[in-house]
């Protein structure tokens, strides 16, 4: 199975509710990075943690890393409707000079 | 703010055919990545490249080559296009770091089908 692992697949909220994604890892890892991709977009950068940080913040967006559970969560604050998109974790390997890309969670916020 | 641009958004090719995609970034980036994605599939690293004239294979090179002649430029070869290369095409590129660590900036695709 893939390095990176998002859970749920699909999310469906309501606009100003909270959003929280979670991914899951197998290997140790030097980062762990989140991506979101508009549809019919390429990907974009959001945040990335180093493996000696826990938690990390930017705008409405929070990022956690557990790296004894081998886990991370990104929460999405006072979601938006703007906010509907694929997002995805991608994590390299200490070994290797890869990123390894999960599959993603489509989040879709309703107005 | 980085640019990476992919010469098209949509292509429509015949199997047997020949095929180039076109990838150019103005950031100079040391390190360009070619990738697919497939739904419930995520992307799937083709090649990539850490240098001009160096490439690496990725996880899923067969039926591929890439070419990199100029920093800027990284072009992806279907040798002989096939049905099951029917797919979205990720270009990216990245400054160097340690490993591939640094974050990538990504084009808008290219949505190719083969016919």
């Known amino acids: 199975s893939q390095q990176g692992e998002e859970d749920p697949q699909a999310l469906s909220i309501q606009e100003g509710e909270n959003a929280t994604m979670n991914c899951s890892y197998k290997t140790s890892i030097n980062n762990l990075q989140w991506y979101r991709q508009n549809s019919g977009r390429g990907l974009v950068h959001l945040i990335l943690?180093?493996?000696?940080?826990r938690e990390k913040h930017s705008g409405r967006l929070r990022v956690t890393l557990d790296t004894s559970k081998k886990s991370s969560s990104l929460l999405i604050t006072a979601s938006r409707a703007a906010d509907t998109a694929s997002y995805f974790c991608?994590?390299?390997?200490?070994?290797?000079?890869?990123?390894?890309f999960g599959a993603g969670t489509r989040l879709f916020v309703k107005a | 703010d980085v640019k990476v641009t992919q010469s098209s958004r949509y292509l429509v090719k015949r199997t047997g055919e020949k095929v180039f995609l076109e990838c150019v970034q103005d950031?100079?980036?040391?390190?360009m990545f070619w990738y697919r994605q497939d739904p419930g599939l995520g992307l799937r690293l083709i090649y990539f490249?850490?240098?001009?004239?160096?490439?690496e294979k990725g996880d899923i090179p067969e039926g591929y080559s890439v070419s990199r002649e100029k920093k800027e430029r990284f072009s992806l070869i279907l040798e002989s296009a096939s049905t099951n290369q029917t797919s979205m095409y990720l270009c990216?590129?990245?400054?160097?770091?340690?490993?591939?660590?640094?974050?990538?900036?990504f084009g808008d695709g290219t949505r190719l089908s083969i016919l």
């Open positions: 943690i180093r493996s000696n940080e």
């Open positions: 990216a590129s990245s400054p160097s770091g340690t490993g591939f660590n640094q974050p990538q900036h």
């Open positions: 490249s850490y240098d001009v004239k160096m490439k």
């Open positions: 991608a994590t390299d390997n200490t070994g290797g000079f890869k990123t390894i």
């Open positions: 950031m100079d980036h040391e390190n």
